[in-house]
């Protein structure tokens, strides 16, 4: 029997069945939320929607439709090549933030934009809409098979086809969510378009263009079938799956170490929406094993995952653990969706506990009370995250940052067609029309450890209500409470317990959710351990944080926490026998979810050091996972971390600008331009190497830095290559392979003419040879 599809994004709006699920979500204009810290993070992200102006994220659009813009484009992102990127999250976040509010301003500002991105389409002529600069020149470059794709950009531009994606979601999600007819025919209309575009292209073909970013394109043709129910876009949705992610996962394989984690995650969403419209289990269990693996062995603590927005190896967080750009919100944004799609189609507390864990710890978390989104969140001891500035900052993670805090009602309640499943604890307010049924959730969890359900009926009715039994909650500690009498709930086995009987209006249902401190290692199994109450991740404040970047400037680089990075070997140092830490904290009298670590830091400095949640730690240095120590290792362990800390310091204040070669964002943040040059991974280590050139800009702005350093691999052998700065020769490196396997350094005297501010240094093979593998390159004093 085929399945029903529920789409990952909640339906106001209904779409042809095609495929049936076990669960369905509640529609987001089914769902309101009431006071809490939710409610405060939806109303903020209204506001800051509001106050962006429409016509200056719209320029974009009408100036590649040959129209007259209305306004200047943003800046940031939205004006150096990603142009249009975040109308395309707009438009998303306002179909969800109208749908979760019911506020018919978000639904003027909605219309507006769709009646403009329709003028749009219509000039264009042939479907097609986009806000990517020079689109049409390199689409037609495409449509006649002269492709040239890399990680990050294709023929020339930066991830158009991920860019492109943005608006094809925006307009599903104006349909399938908030119900327009219009964003539905425009979204078939670009569908159509860009089957034209492959139409003569081989499947070959289609793979070296997904070789560049391309977001979740797969997922929004699966979805057009599922409203059409024309195969031509399941076929395509099967053609825009990328071959060398999904044959590893059908093998149940992990091969993501290296990979730019948030190109990926995406595709994944893709297959398993493919598997659920076309009823594929072997696509299913691929993307189900994509976030055990992720999620069992890639994540920290905050239900985050990656460093410097790469899959760092499964059995080595140490780059987590050093690096100023930890977890990406992009990331986790990405993996609640397919943790949703997946829940729904074989409902596991599994999932459910994952999604509490990011939600509370890491989404909330990443947006501050007066405005502004986290790009990244550092698992650093004592560093910090940096805001966008409203106005200025236009990153990925300010798109899906619009997006994150107007859906928290997505997955609070589910239902089979007949049953209520509550799945998380947040105040709310459900309304089942269809079944004449209201349901009330009054809870200040996690503050108080209990919520309550009160029932609003038409008539007397029988059904069951299910309510998730979390895996932090100890087995038979949640104890219920129906109009005042304890009753005993039924063990569903899949981690609900079930009350059937028949309810009447008026009924309360009160439910104990005691919680326990316990403690988390990270996954490699490294001395490092995160404190948790329940499902929140509790962290120290280090200081009161004063930075020079705790709100974004309009920089390419400007979403890095820069600030200067507090010395790990000062780090508040965990001691006592692993199984006994979780037992050091003593809860902290008048403060509710506050804990003293006294009994567990080793140094008398932090003795009065307070755990609380993460998500109260917003503009400060914190501390989630502490570096531990067996009692009779302490001393070893101390000066192992200062020793280590050392030569790493030294390093960093050495270093005046740095580019991690092969990798996405630092290579588009310093400039990167090429000519015949590829990237790849090698022992776990990104690369760039090249027949032709590439080039950075790098950054000296008080001309300090006098040397260019070069991370080379021993081994490589007959490759000869010259360094250029602002286009004059400084260097000819030859190699012979007389280094060994090992990876070494080799500096380069920048003459003293050359110095500058700014400058562009320019790597270029020579004839009849090419450029070696560079693992990275330091500008240095």
């Known amino acids: 029997m085929k399945r029903i599809i529920f789409f990952l994004i909640i339906s106001t709006f209904s779409v042809p069945i095609i495929a049936q699920t076990k669960l369905q979500a509640f529609d987001l204009k089914d769902v309101r939320l009431l006071e809490s810290r939710f409610l405060k993070a939806e109303k903020t992200d209204q506001t800051y929607m509001l106050s962006l102006n429409p016509d200056r994220l719209l320029a974009p659009y009408l100036k590649e439709a040959g129209l007259k813009p209305k306004a200047d484009a943003y800046g940031n992102w939205e004006d150096t090549g990603l142009d249009g990127h975040i109308g395309g999250h707009y438009v998303s976040a306002l179909s969800l933030m109208y749908a979760s509010t019911g506020d018919e301003k978000v639904k003027s500002r909605l219309d507006y934009m769709l009646d403009e991105l329709e003028k749009c389409q219509l000039k264009n002529g042939n479907g097609y809409l986009s806000g990517v600069p020079g689109g049409k020149e390199i689409w037609a470059q495409i449509k006649l098979g002269n492709i040239k794709s890399s990680s990050f950009s294709l023929n020339g531009k930066w991830v158009p086809l991920y860019n492109i994606h943005k608006i094809f979601a925006g307009l599903h999600d104006a349909y399938a969510v908030a119900g327009s007819e219009k964003a539905k025919q425009m979204l078939i209309k670009l569908t159509d378009w860009c089957i034209d575009l492959v139409s003569g292209l081989s499947d070959n073909q289609i793979q070296e263009l997904l070789k560049s970013e391309h977001g979740g394109l797969n997922e929004i043709f699966a979805d057009v079938y599922a409203i059409t129910g024309d195969k031509k876009y399941l076929k395509l949705a099967r053609q825009f799956s990328d071959q060398s992610i999904l044959k590893p996962l059908l093998a149940q394989k992990d091969a993501l170490n290296g990979l730019h984690a948030n190109t990926q995650i995406p595709k994944v969403i893709g297959f398993e929406q493919i598997a659920l419209v076309d009823d594929d289990q072997n696509w299913g269990k691929a993307a189900a094993f994509f976030w055990q693996t992720v999620v069992n062995n890639r994540t920290v603590a905050i239900g985050g995952n990656s460093v410097r927005e790469h899959f760092h190896p499964s059995n080595d967080f140490s780059s987590m653990l050093e690096s100023r750009e930890g977890p990406e919100t992009c990331n986790s944004y990405n993996m609640l969706k397919l943790t949703k799609q997946l829940f729904l189609d074989a409902p596991s507390i599994k999932y459910l506990d994952y999604y509490e864990r990011t939600l509370y710890n890491h989404i909330l978390t990443s947006q501050r009370d007066k405005g502004g989104f986290v790009?990244?969140?550092?698992?650093?001891?004592?560093?910090?995250?940096?805001?966008?500035?409203?106005?200025?900052?236009?990153?990925?993670?300010?798109?899906?940052?619009?997006?994150?805090?107007?859906?928290?009602?997505?997955?609070?309640?589910?239902?089979?067609?007949?049953?209520?499943?509550?799945?998380?604890?947040?105040p709310s307010t459900l309304n089942w029309k269809e079944k004449g049924i209201s349901v009330t959730q009054e809870t200040d969890f996690p503050e108080k450890e209990f919520t309550q359900l009160k029932l609003k009926l038409?008539?007397?009715?029988?059904?069951?209500?299910?309510?998730?039994?979390?895996?932090?909650?100890?087995?038979?500690?949640?104890?219920?409470v129906i109009n005042g009498k304890k009753v005993l709930a039924k063990d569903m086995g899949n981690g609900y317990s079930s009350i059937d009987r028949v309810w009447s209006s008026g009924d309360v249902i009160k439910i104990a959710l005691p919680m326990h401190n316990t403690t988390e290692f990270m996954p490699d199994g490294s001395d490092w351990v995160a404190f948790l109450h329940g499902p929140i991740v509790m962290a120290a404040e280090l200081d009161t944080l004063q930075q020079p970047n705790l709100t974004a400037d309009g920089s390419r680089m400007g979403h890095i926490a820069s600030g200067a990075l507090f010395p790990i070997s000062e780090a508040p140092l965990v001691s006592g026998n692993k199984a006994d830490l979780a037992k050091k904290l003593v809860a902290m009298k008048d403060e509710s979810l506050?804990?003293?670590?006294?009994?567990?830091?080793?140094?008398?400095?932090?003795?009065?050091?307070?755990?609380?949640?993460?998500?109260?730690?917003?503009?400060?240095?914190?501390?989630?996972?502490?570096?531990?120590?067996?009692?009779?290792?302490?001393?070893?362990?101390?000066?192992?971390?200062?020793?280590?800390?050392?030569?790493?310091?030294?390093?960093?204040?050495?270093?005046?600008?740095?580019?991690?070669?092969?990798?996405?964002?630092?290579?588009?943040?310093?400039?990167?331009?090429?000519?015949?040059?590829?990237?790849?991974?090698?022992?776990?280590?990104?690369?760039?190497?090249?027949?032709?050139?590439?080039?950075?800009?790098?950054?000296?702005?008080?001309?300090?830095?006098?040397?260019?350093?070069?991370?080379?691999?021993?081994?490589?052998?007959?490759?000869?290559?010259?360094?250029?700065?602002?286009?004059?020769?400084?260097?000819?490196?030859?190699?012979?392979?007389?280094?060994?396997?090992?990876?070494?350094?080799?500096?380069?005297?920048?003459?003293?003419?050359?110095?500058?501010?700014?400058?562009?240094?320019?790597?270029?093979?020579?004839?009849?040879?090419?450029?070696?593998?560079?693992?990275?390159?330091?500008?240095?004093?």
Not at 393 to 407: A, I, T
Not at 465 to 471: A, D, K, V, W
């Open 458 to 480: 038409a008539d007397k009715e029988h059904f069951s209500i299910n309510l998730r039994h979390p895996s932090w909650l100890a087995k038979g500690q949640m104890t219920i």
């Open 375 to 426: 790009y990244f969140t550092p698992m650093r001891p004592g560093h910090y995250r940096t805001y966008s500035e409203p106005q200025e900052s236009f990153w990925c993670c300010v798109g899906s940052g619009l997006e994150n805090h107007g859906k928290y009602g997505e997955l609070i309640y589910a239902h089979d067609g007949q049953n209520i499943y509550v799945n998380l604890f947040i």
């Open 594 to 781: 506050s804990f003293s670590a006294t009994n567990a830091i080793y140094q008398p400095k932090y003795q009065k050091l307070k755990l609380v949640p993460f998500y109260r730690l917003a503009e400060k240095r914190y501390i989630v996972y502490f570096p531990y120590s067996s009692p009779e290792n302490l001393e070893e362990r101390a000066k192992g971390i200062k020793l280590a800390e050392i030569e790493k310091s030294k390093l960093e204040q050495e270093t005046v600008d740095l580019v991690n070669t092969g990798e996405q964002q630092p290579e588009s943040d310093h400039g990167f331009k090429g000519e015949k040059t590829d990237n790849g991974i090698f022992q776990d280590r990104h690369f760039r190497n090249g027949n032709g050139w590439f080039s950075y800009n790098l950054k000296n702005e008080y001309l300090t830095a006098k040397r260019i350093r070069l991370t080379l691999y021993g081994k490589e052998e007959n490759k000869t290559f010259s360094l250029l700065i602002n286009n004059k020769v400084i260097a000819h490196v030859g190699l012979d392979g007389s280094k060994g396997n090992t990876f070494y350094t080799q500096d380069f005297e920048i003459p003293e003419q050359l110095l500058a501010k700014q400058m562009e240094l320019k790597l270029a093979a020579q004839a009849g040879s090419s450029i070696a593998n560079i693992y990275e390159i330091r500008l240095v004093k």
